[in-house]
């Protein structure tokens, strides 16, 4: 028994620790935005491809490595994606010319899902369900540390203007852990669940109603998410805070918040079903962006914990019910909820970025704001489903006969 512990715990370190190292790579450029646009002369909208176009990257390439895990052993998946990512990084730190920044970054979002989206595959397909929701809690608890780490690596631990340091090593760590992880990682299966029968094909999955509400309510939530942090160096640099770049970093501390939503949501999820809770996050999103409306740290501060919670909440609680819904194809299936994720957050970035130039920070609360229905909407879509099979279990007991 003790031996199984020591196992699962070595597993939860692997997964912590890739997972985190991939998601730093995303943000890394977030809170040094203002730094790169003076740097390289470009504009707002410009100097957010940094961000966008890793997440472009990964919408491209994630259906590609969800196939690929659902065939292949992902250790050389996972250590082709991490050599890949690192040499993405390094060319970064090296560029002095914005446009090959922008393709090396692009070039890192295409193998990021080399390693995440193949592990997650991977862990769904091989654990047992309680060891998976205990090890999938850590994997939504990385993705928020990998998020922090990058960006304090950008703007905090490195100091801003020597931001291509925070790349390189952002490119050792990826390939630190990529190698644990290779060497680590089970290649016996934990449990082999396999089975054509019910290996499902990405249309299939997508034709599913439960799941497509799910997917969508994925990208809803980050495309929610996504602008609100994009933007808050710009809006905490201006006036009435005047806030330094090493300041504005700190205030990103508030995404460690998600490290405790995740377990907790699973809870909640449990006790009270996955369309209240839903729901619950939508709530407590909207109000928080109307905090951010305020001119007054402590309100924006509010606001942005209020966010953390409310967005790791949905999200936590989406993947949780998708994964529940299924019995095959797992890679596929978690591969179209990235896809879906990030094609949301693209999406958020892109489109308030355009408001922001135009209207300025308010008008991307607003923008951010329309999109609440999404998961309002799929929150109440579950509710009524979690009724309808209280219903038919209670009318499944057996008839007596006289």
């Known amino acids: 028994m003790k031996k199984k512990e020591r196992g699962l715990l070595q597993l939860q370190l692997v997964v912590f620790a890739l997972v985190s190292a991939s998601f730093t790579n995303i943000y ?3 809170p040094i935005l203002p730094v790169l646009q003076d740097e390289f002369g470009v504009t707002p909208v410009q100097v957010s491809l940094t961000v966008s176009f890793v997440i472009l990257g990964i919408v491209l390439s994630n259906l590609f490595f969800g196939f690929l895990s659902d065939r292949f052993p992902v250790h050389p998946i996972i250590l082709t994606g991490g050599v890949c990512v690192a040499i993405g990084g390094l060319v970064a730190a090296a560029t002095h010319d914005f446009k090959i920044l ?15 989206t193949s592990l ?10 309680k060891r998976l929701s205990i090890v999938m809690g850590s994997y939504v608890s990385a993705t928020v540390m990998g998020g922090l780490g990058g960006r304090l690596l950008g703007g905090w631990i490195h100091p801003p203007l020597h ?4 790349f390189i090593s952002a490119s050792v760590l990826i390939l630190i852990t990529t190698i644990i ?3 680590t990682l089970p290649r016996t299966p934990i449990k082999k669940v396999i089975n054509l029968e019910k290996n499902e094909g990405f249309f299939s999955l997508i034709k599913r109603r439960d799941l497509l ?3 969508c309510c994925g990208a809803g939530g980050l495309l929610m998410f996504s602008p609100v942090f994009n933007f808050l160096p710009y809006r905490l640099a201006g006036a009435p805070f005047h806030f330094s770049t090493e300041l504005i ?3 990103y501390f508030v995404y460690v918040m998600g490290i405790f939503i995740g377990p907790i949501a699973g809870r909640i999820n449990n006790k009270f079903g996955g369309g209240n809770a839903l729901i619950a996050g939508t709530s407590l999103l909207g109000v928080s962006f109307g905090l951010l409306l305020i001119p007054s740290v402590t309100a924006i501060i509010l606001g942005l914990l209020g966010i953390c919670t409310g967005f790791f909440t949905i999200h936590s609680v989406a993947v949780g019910l998708l994964n529940q819904k299924l019995s095959g194809s797992h890679g596929k299936a978690n591969a179209l909820y990235v896809l879906f994720y990030y094609i949301g957050g693209w999406l958020g970035i892109t489109g308030a970025g355009f408001v922001f130039q135009y209207i300025g920070w308010n008008g991307v609360i ?3 704001m329309l999109f609440l229905v999404i998961p309002l909407i799929t929150g109440l879509f579950e509710k009524r489903n979690q009724s309808t099979n209280k219903q038919k279990i209670k009318q499944n007991v057996p008839e007596t006969r006289d």
Request: avoid cysteine; glycine fraction near 4%.
């Open 28 to 30: 890394i450029t977030q």
């Open 102 to 116: 922008v393709m090396a970054r692009l070039f890192q979002g295409i193998f990021l899902p080399a390693l995440t």
């Open 120 to 129: 997650a595959a991977w862990l769904a397909r091989t654990l047992p369900g």
């Open 163 to 166: 931001w291509r340091y925070a």
């Open 181 to 183: 992880t290779v060497l």
């Open 213 to 215: 509400m799910l997917y």
């Open 249 to 251: 970093t700190f205030i």
């Open 366 to 368: 607003f923008f951010v």
